[in-house]
């Protein structure tokens, strides 16, 4: 009877936990979205226009819908990355670097040179050699934090900005065709991109990415990597509890490293699909910024790879309502870092609610010690 006590009183616990998330989650969201009504009230000579813009273009169209799944998708793959990494408490920030090298790598160069006109081919090895790409890059510095000391969260940084530079000189050096100012060869002859199907719908064209299906797959796998296996548990014992997973007999260097490997083959994987979902050549000479947009889904999912794909439903509608917002009013589309921003920093704020949460608390302990008081009275 005890144990079946102590067992239901950790269960409501939990359920205190979850629905002081869910509370704060909503509360923050709600903050920011009222931040940027407010700001685009202040700022817009169309205000109710705009609003209408911001918070409902995207579901008013079939080209806004396209372009709300076409930013969302390469946020799962980073969020989803980022989320594996932060598990096993290793702050490797190089997905920036690992995206842009493995849409580089994996998606254009495979396509050109090894699978020339075989797209089935070029999207299958496009994703596995983007993938190995990716993991290559965000394994420099977990190597060298295991070898040298080396602080992973600066190094990771640098790779970011060494894969760039070193991307732009191969390109501009060795594989730019003369014809661009600044792109490769076209892999596809139909100037149509492979990883697409569009289909048409009155005067509009609905785009099915299959870099979606891609993502949502990689959402699976993650959440069951991390939740339903062996490694999973140990990697996110070494996330939790360092010391202590070093103690029980776990390899939390060797857990470190695999969690990063892991993390940047998933990024490497995504900045292929992106390249071939978008594009008909490599044209990248800048970073995407998706690798920081996967610590922003990281900190929306909590390190859970099953919210991923609803944070960045969610991230990405916002960005496709500010930019047609802005297209249309001129509204600056960079309001929504704003918004961004307040949210993360409420999410991430501990003090936020700490009160209500303590209220939480007491009331479910008053609770489960009436119905404990009504089961001693009735027997």
Not at 193 to 200: A, F, G, Y
Request: proline share 2%.
């Amino acid at each position: 009877m005890r144990n079946h006590r102590t067992r239901r009183v950790t269960l409501a616990n939990l359920s205190v936990q979850s629905r002081h998330q869910v509370l704060r989650m909503t509360l923050s969201i709600a903050i920011g979205l009222a931040l940027a009504t407010v700001l685009i009230v202040s700022t817009s000579e169309r205000p109710f226009t705009s609003l209408n813009y911001f918070f409902f273009a995207p579901v008013q169209s079939v080209s806004y819908l396209n372009f709300w799944i076409q930013k969302a998708v390469p946020l799962m793959f980073t969020g989803v990355a980022v989320c594996i990494m932060f598990s096993a408490n290793q702050f490797n920030l190089a997905m920036e670097g690992s995206f842009l090298m493995g849409g580089f790598i994996g998606g254009a160069l495979t396509n050109i040179y090894l699978f020339p006109g075989n797209h089935i081919l070029g999207i299958i090895f496009g994703c596995i050699i983007g993938g190995l790409v990716g993991a290559i890059v965000t394994s420099i510095p977990a190597i060298l934090q295991k070898l040298f000391n080396a602080s992973v969260m600066v190094t990771s940084l640098m790779m970011n900005y060494i894969c760039l530079w070193y991307s732009c000189y191969l390109l501009f050096s060795v594989f730019k065709d003369p014809k661009t100012s600044k792109g490769t060869y076209s892999w596809t002859d139909s100037a149509k991109e492979i990883m697409v199907t569009k289909i048409k719908i009155g005067n509009d064209k609905l785009y099915i990415f299959y870099s979606l299906f891609v993502a949502l797959a990689v959402v699976l796998f993650a959440w069951f990597l991390l939740y339903r296996t062996k490694f999973g548990f140990k990697l996110r014992t070494v996330g939790q509890n360092g010391h202590f997973a070093k103690y029980v007999g776990i390899s939390v260097s060797g857990i470190a490293i695999l969690s990063q490997v892991i993390g940047g083959f998933i990024g490497g994987m995504g900045g292929a699909c992106e390249i071939m979902s978008l594009y008909t050549n490599y044209r990248w000479v800048e970073l995407t910024g998706y690798g920081w947009d996967g610590v922003t889904m990281a900190v929306f999912a909590k390190n859970n790879p099953r919210n991923v794909p609803i944070a960045a439903l969610f991230i990405s509608y916002l960005r496709a309502g500010a930019y047609v917002m802005s297209i249309k009013t001129g509204i600056q589309v960079d309001m929504t870092k704003i918004v961004e921003g307040v949210i993360i920093l409420f999410l991430l704020a501990e003090k936020f609610l700490s009160g209500t949460y303590r209220k939480m608390i007491i009331k479910e302990a008053e609770r489960e010690k009436a119905l404990q008081m009504a089961e001693q009275g009735g027997e």
